[in-house]
């Protein structure tokens, strides 16, 4: 059987950082992301169709480190379908990745979806969630999509995600600039080291209030209090990633620019508009449908190139016509 998904990525609005159990890859605390679109990585799994696991991403055969990701995923499913069964998976993303824009959430979210219903599964969105969270804990909430909790846990029935109330207003004038700034991160390398940056604990000190300050901001709709925290959070993850023992820096002069530009067109021309980063060099600026235009013309004029998105929903199957073989 073959099994076709499309899944979006996220954008960490209450990050997490570190995780208390690597393999299974289970954080040290909650996080909330929202979805972005039409930015999507579309896969296609089968089972039994080939001798032995073959995997490839964006027309590339996939090997070491993220090989073995993928096939935790996989090996997931082929554990719940009880089947032995080698996976033929491809998938291609419409959007640049690698570079801070959440390409592994909705490539594993993707994944875990045309795989689990190749193997003839019929997982719930928070079963789904689960299986997704052992190739990037960010895909767990990219398979629930728009805005979504990951709740922390110690096994797959806690650790799972889940969608969040949000004003309707919200999710509807929400407009995102990716600006596009290339620099390969190595995200799983800095989660590694977390726990060892003497700022960690004192973001595990603030995140739990953070976490309920964004869900209330939410259910409010309060435009300028979801992204003014998420932006405060951004700067607190920087802390923690930059003073750990590898001293990662993923800011490049062109983020700081960016930022600049933000900061001046929210103090100058008072327009509602924040900057935000995962872990990479590339920002997400935060604006309404009424600005949008206006804000990416200026940042337009640093030479950066940009993206416009809107909010994104959960991960989905696609018709058999959309398979990729």
Not at 293 to 320: M, Q
């Amino acid at each position: 059987m073959k099994a076709t998904a499309r899944a979006h990525p996220i954008q960490g609005l209450v990050k997490y950082h570190g995780m208390r159990d690597p393999d299974r890859r289970l954080p040290y605390h909650d996080s909330i992301s929202l979805c972005t679109a039409p930015s999507a990585s579309t896969t296609t799994a089968s089972f039994g169709s080939v001798e032995a696991d073959t995997i490839s991403i964006d027309g590339e055969l996939v090997e070491g480190r993220s090989r073995e990701r993928v096939l935790s995923v996989i090996d997931r499913v082929r554990t719940l379908a009880d089947i032995d069964d080698a996976v033929r998976l491809e998938s291609v993303s419409n959007f640049p990745t690698n570079i801070g824009f959440g390409s592994s959430s909705s490539g594993f979210a993707a994944a875990a979806l045309a795989a689990s219903r190749a193997a003839g599964l019929e997982l719930s969105a928070p079963e789904l969630s689960a299986v997704a969270r052992l190739g990037s804990s960010s895909a767990a909430r990219a398979v629930t999509g728009s805005f979504s909790q990951l709740d922390t846990g110690l096994d797959d029935v806690d650790c799972r995600s889940h969608r969040l109330d949000v004003g309707e207003e919200l999710e509807s004038k929400l407009r995102i600039i990716a600006c596009e700034i290339p620099a390969f991160k190595h995200t799983e390398e800095a989660h590694r080291e977390a726990a060892e940056s003497h700022m960690f604990q004192a973001r595990m000190a603030h995140v739990h209030g953070q976490l309920a300050t964004m869900r209330e901001a939410l259910r409010r709709g309060d435009f300028a209090d979801v992204f003014a925290l998420a932006e405060q959070d951004s700067l607190s993850l920087a802390a923690t990633t930059m003073t750990g023992p590898a001293g990662w820096v993923y800011w490049e002069p062109a983020t700081l620019r960016v930022f600049e530009v933000v900061r001046e067109l929210r103090e100058e021309q008072s327009l509602p508009v924040y900057f935000s980063v995962d872990t990479g060099a590339s920002v997400y600026v935060n604006t309404t449908e009424a600005h949008a235009e206006r804000v990416r013309t200026a940042i337009d004029e640093l030479g950066v190139d940009t993206h416009l998105w809107k909010l994104g929903g959960p991960t989905r199957l696609l018709d058999p016509e959309a398979a990729l073989f």
